[in-house]
């Protein structure tokens, strides 16, 4: 069996995301999502966030056609943990000039090209200013 892993916050569903794991299951049998915590996110993004919780989150991500399996981790060793698992993992296309944690255990990486428009970051901006 041929596990693909896409990790990341997912915090706001949209169509770039729904794009991302609908590619990255082609890729394989079985699609990983890794979600980082609650905790984690308010470190890497600040305080107000996440606006869905880590449980809201991985419910979501779990009802999708294309995902597998759902994990939430808390940390770098815990995510490469989940990568040593895989065998391709899929990064958005913003990652190709950046360290990608965990991609010294994983054979093969592939990257997605991000679709514009598609931003958790920017959809929550565009909501708050209306």
């Known amino acids: 069996m041929k596990r693909i892993?896409?990790?990341?916050?997912?915090?706001?569903?949209?169509?770039?995301?729904?794009a991302l794991l609908t590619y990255a299951k082609s890729l394989g049998d079985h699609l990983?999502?890794?979600?980082?915590?609650?905790q984690r996110v308010k470190e890497l993004k600040g305080v107000s966030r996440p606006v869905n919780t880590q449980a809201e989150r991985q419910e979501l991500l779990s009802n999708l056609r294309s995902v597998d399996e759902v994990r939430i981790f808390d940390s770098d060793p815990e995510l490469v943990d989940i990568v040593a698992e895989c065998a391709i993992m899929?990064?958005?296309?913003?990652?190709?000039?950046?360290?990608?944690?965990?991609?010294?255990?994983?054979?093969?990486?592939?990257?997605?090209?991000?679709?514009?428009?598609?931003?958790?970051?920017?959809?929550?901006?565009?909501?708050?200013?209306?």
């Open 90 to 130: 899929v990064k958005g296309s913003d990652y190709r000039d950046r360290p990608i944690v965990g991609s010294e255990v994983c054979p093969s990486i592939i990257f997605f090209e991000r679709i514009d428009g598609f931003s958790t970051t920017e959809k929550i901006q565009s909501i708050s200013h209306r």
């Open 32 to 38: 990983v999502v890794a979600i980082d915590s609650d």
């Open 5 to 18: 892993i896409v990790n990341g916050t997912f915090d706001i569903l949209h169509s770039g995301h729904l």
